[in-house]
């Protein structure tokens, strides 16, 4: 079966420090894979996807991610982080085409220390 | 930038009592769909839409569920009976018919009492 894991349920950073948040995938066939982002109260917004070709995808915000075959990963990072990030994260994955439902992480809840 | 709007943004109703959530999808779409998350829970998928029919459902999506494409422009979700369960943040969203990116919108928040 179809799934997506998120190792982390919180993580805590000081503002200014990287980043990195894990997403493991289970799928077939490599998935197409996203990092969605949720404000307290609000909806998804989507940071970044990827599909295929290169492994390291830029997003909005700052952020990337790398997608690592071998790995089964597709972790989001940021170099150095603002307040503002403090949002809960969604990994999904889809395979394309029809339908193409996307299958969620639980999510990782991500708080910034001032 | 074009987007997809929810509506009610937040509902609260009586157990027993029939919903219809809304959304307008961005206009070039052509796949639709419903996911929903409890509080705390991940984001389920529902049912995605195309074509003027369901392309896809869960398990979830058992016949308390519908949804419809009324016009050119909504596409609505209707739970016939709410149950105390049914307490979510429905998302709608919707995509190109050759694209695979899926743009939610900000949800509709249902409580059942």
């Known amino acids: 079966a179809q799934s997506v894991t998120q190792p982390d349920i919180h993580i805590t950073v000081s503002e200014g420090a990287s980043l990195e948040l894990r997403c493991n995938y289970s799928?077939?066939?490599?998935?197409?894979l996203f990092w969605y982002v949720q404000s307290p109260g609000q909806g998804l917004q989507l940071l970044l996807k990827?599909?295929?070709?290169?492994?390291l995808v830029q997003g909005i915000k700052g952020f990337e991610a790398e997608f690592k075959r071998s790995q089964s990963s597709f972790n989001l990072r940021k170099p150095s982080v603002h307040w503002s990030d403090a949002a809960e994260y969604f990994c999904?994955?889809?395979?394309?085409?029809?339908?193409?439902?996307?299958?969620f992480g639980t999510g990782t809840q991500l708080k910034v220390e001032l | 930038e074009p987007e997809v709007t929810q509506t009610p943004s937040h509902q609260v109703t009586q157990m027993g009592q029939e919903v219809i959530l809304r959304c307008v999808p961005i206009?070039?779409?052509?796949?639709f769909y419903w996911y929903r998350q409890i509080l705390g829970q991940k984001v389920e998928f529902l049912v995605s839409?195309?074509?003027?029919?369901?392309?896809?459902k869960s398990e979830i999506f058992d016949d308390q569920f519908s949804v419809e494409r009324p016009d050119g422009s909504n596409f609505t979700l209707k739970i016939r009976s709410t149950k105390l369960e049914d307490s979510a943040m429905y998302f709608c969203?919707?995509?190109?018919?050759?694209?695979?990116?899926?743009?939610f919108g900000e949800g509709s928040w249902l409580t059942v009492v």
């Open positions: 969203a919707s995509r190109t018919e050759s694209g695979n990116t899926i743009y």
């Open positions: 799928y077939g066939a490599t998935p197409y």
């Open positions: 990827y599909f295929s070709g290169d492994t």
């Open positions: 999904a994955g889809g395979r394309g085409g029809g339908g193409n439902k996307l299958t």
């Open positions: 206009s070039n779409h052509l796949y």
């Open positions: 839409f195309y074509n003027n029919e369901i392309s896809e």
